[in-house]
């Protein structure tokens, strides 16, 4: 594989994607696709627990995707699961099968980000001169709506409604009658009304919608003369009428253009989009080719070349939380010196550096809410944040970071995490914790630091001789520091 080819993995609530493409410049050739029809949501038992055989037959699709996806390094591919997997009690015991089943991790993204990314596909996808445009994704169990230009979103939101929650909930019969399209259309209005005001006062000059369920409604209009391009107002009411009047939802299948992949849940994508023409007052809504998968690769592609949101993300709750630049210059000026002094034994990857860096940056976020345990404010701040970019795996370490920094290391919050996960934990919050004890009266002392050592569970810190013996509030505090860490079962050798 080239260092300009990606692939990106999308765990939808109805099917999974899978897509690989080359980059250049700024245009993404495709050289391979997969779509499987898993429909996950319909996975779900009564308390939101995926079932087996709804696990057994995700894991076998992602062993195929594996397969395909073998031979492209782990920086060029990502995978992305959303709704269901957002919602799914089991998620994480589900997940450690599926990351070995398709040989790499996968990321939980909020339904904020997942619109992000979507909108970025779809950007992509579309001349970059057409003003503001609506983008609507709708999946299996969430509905995205991004008002953007050009390719920044400026208002994004995920509502939890989707085809295949939608057909589970108002059409589980199988029949499709005035009484059961109304509640439908009911509780889609009652979704869109809170967004009604800062949609319309953005404005729009064009609706673009995305995904299969957009995809296959516009299909269906063609191909029964409902509409001439893209998806119509009165094309919906020609659509509405045969669904009423067809009565069941295996009469659909003889419906022109309609696959039979996408019949079962289809109905419950077509009240959605009935309630969108209704609420958002749409006359016409062309389609994209561009979705989230197509996002997901751009988003990787900039990462690679200087473009990471995820820096601009910590770089404005640093600039909104008013944290002292200087403390931070002085604490990430001393791991940048650790770090080339434990070059060998360290081997931190480049996505565990970002992650070092960025909870340095923001360890002092919580002080804007209160001094006293300022450490976990902060921590409750960046699990709830809106931070574009960030899986909410990433957001979590991230909180655990800032969380861990000072004081006694929280053992139940750490045992929350993967065993990989927490090997790595385990030594970034080590070195955080030794630079913040190291910067601690926040002055410009020459560190005289000369080895750094670490083999996973002893971190042995070396000075210049005779340095400690000059400066014996530092060995205090190292020694302190060295207490609190035995609970994690790290021992600090101190020279």
Known sequence: MTDNTYAAVDL??????????????EQLQVLDRLKEM??????????????ESAQDKAIACLERMGQR????????????GTNTLRKAKNARDFLVRAEEAIGHPIEIISGREEARLLYLGVAHSLPSDQGKRLVVDIGGGSTELIIGKEFDAKLRESLHMGCV???????????????????????????????????????????????????????????????????TRSGLQQLKKHCLDVGKIKGLTSLAGLSDERHPVFIGGAVIIYALFEAFELEQMDVSIGALREGVIYDLSGRHHHKDIRARSIDFLAEQFHIDQQQVARVTGLLQQILVLGEKSLALTPDEKNMLFWAAELHELGLSVAHNQFHKHGAYLIEHADTP???????????????????????????????????????????????????????????????????GKKFMLGFTPGWLEGHPLYQADLEQEAAYLKSAGVKINIQ
């Open 12 to 25: 939808g609530s109805n099917s999974f994607h899978m897509l690989l493409a080359r980059m250049d410049g």
């Open 38 to 51: 898993v429909r996950l949501a319909g996975g779900l038992d009564e308390k939101n627990r995926l079932t």
């Open 69 to 80: 996806l073998k031979d492209v390094p782990a920086n060029q591919l990502r995978v992305v």
């Open 165 to 231: 929650s939608m057909t589970r909930e108002y059409f589980a019969d199988g029949k499709i009658s005035k009484s059961n399209w109304k509640k439908a259309v009911t509780h889609a209005l009652l979704e869109f009304r809170p967004l009604l005001g800062d949609y319309q006062k953005q404005g729009w000059k064009s609706a673009i919608g995305a995904s299969g369920s957009m995809r296959s409604t516009a299909a269906v209009l063609l191909e029964n003369d409902w509409s001439d391009q893209g998806i």
């Open 389 to 455: 970019g960030f899986s909410n795996q990433e957001q979590m370490q991230l909180a655990f970071l800032i969380h861990a920094q000072r004081r006694k290391f929280p053992t139940a919050l750490f045992k929350e995490f993967s065993e990989k996960q927490q090997l790595s934990l385990l030594l970034l919050t080590v070195l955080l914790r030794i630079a913040l004890v190291l910067r601690r009266d926040r002055t410009d002392l020459d560190i005289q630091l000369e080895k750094i050592e670490w083999d």
